[in-house]
């Protein structure tokens, strides 16, 4: 899980969790949001991947204080954030280099 | 449906039960009650839902036994066999070059058996078993003995895994 390059759920789940920190349920609507519909995760997937990402210290989890229920939340930690980030440059390469290969190729 | 995933919950680790239980159960409330009311919907819902915790489960119970303490992790990998382990891509390599030399090695000797001269008057028929018929009935056994010796060893890895001995690494690591 700690591994780049990351799997499209998990790279949707810390992207999620990127603007702010968000209870499981909103991280699934989430996901499916951003990718239009496309990805669709489980209960048992998503808590299977914040388990991992938990273990890597990639995200933390605490007690949402302004919740009346009380809920348990997740944020990611300055390591999540920093992979997060490498995760994102590599694929800014990636769009880079393909999109000047494709361009060669036309030309 | 939530009865029905409760029961599901059961087949999880009672360390991941503890820890995400009741948050993957209120999780599965909130969707069923924000979902989709039509009969399709719901199916399509209990049918994710059921695979995705049958999946998780088995997931969890394949994984090394850990402790999260709020995202800390003091884990040894030392002797993890974690989700991602896969055999090396090189055994099947190597499983291939030991077929290609063996399946090379019963032609060989085909050839040089037909190269003889037969004409070198009466023989007392003698029955020898041809070679590639002992290879061939040697190769079952032989792939039978590497498979169990496998096995074993992958036994006695995952019997580390689950006994915690990897754990005694930690504490011995952390008293330096």
Known sequence: MGSLPLTEPVLLILLSLAGQSQHGYAILKDVERMSNGRVVLSTGTLYGALRRLL??????????????????????????????????????????????????KES | MLSLYRKLLRLYPAEHRQLFGEEILTVLAEEREAGDRRIIAQARLLTRETAGLVVGAIREHLRVPVEIQAGLSAVSRRFAMRNGFRFPKSTIVFMGLILGGVLTAIKKGEDIATSVPHDIGPVTPVHIQPVHSILLGGMPLFFAFFYAAGLIGWAILFAFRRSGVHRLADISGEQK
């Open chain 1, 55 to 104: 273990e890597d210290d990639w995200i933390e989890r605490f007690k949402e204080e302004e919740s009346s229920r009380g809920r348990q939340a997740y944020r990611l930690t300055s390591q999540g954030r920093r992979n997060l980030q490498m995760e994102i440059d590599r694929m800014k390469h990636l769009t880079r280099l393909a999109s000047l290969r494709v361009a060669l």
